[in-house]
């Protein structure tokens, strides 16, 4: 069974950083694509940012791109969302997930992910 743990998220004003971590107990995380979507209040859950098993190629939502930056260290079995210049628009429930086999990193629906981890709250003030 494969655990994904996410951890970072806090409340910040807008214009801030935060860096979130998602890390796994699985013992092949290096052969999986990865990704992060958030969650806000009343509405659906929607893609962030994906990248392949090497970190070789990122996908990032329009709304994020140039602010987000997503990686991974294969060795420490974590990923990462490196979020910047953040937004009131931006809070919500952010989770990480693994990319099922087969899935191309342009797949940016949930059914395209097999395991989720809890999420974690951030929530950016005005």
């Known amino acids: 069974q494969v655990q994904l743990v996410e951890s970072g998220g806090g409340l910040v004003q807008a214009g801030d950083s935060l860096r979130l971590s998602c890390t796994t107990s699985?013992?092949?995380?290096?052969?999986?694509?990865m990704g992060w979507f958030r969650q806000a209040p009343g509405k659906e859950r929607e893609f962030v940012a994906a990248l392949t098993f090497n970190g070789a190629y990122r996908n990032y939502a329009d709304s994020v791109k140039g602010r987000f930056a997503i990686s991974r260290d294969n060795a420490k079995k974590t990923m990462y969302l490196q979020m910047n210049d953040l937004k009131p628009e931006d809070t919500a429930v952010y989770y990480c997930?693994?990319?099922?086999?087969?899935?191309?990193?342009?797949?940016?629906?949930?059914?395209?992910?097999?395991?989720w981890g809890q999420g974690t709250q951030v929530t950016v003030s005005s």
């Open positions: 699985g013992r092949s995380f290096s052969d999986y694509g």
């Open positions: 997930a693994r990319r099922r086999p087969g899935s191309m990193i342009y797949s940016i629906t949930t059914e395209h992910y097999d395991y």
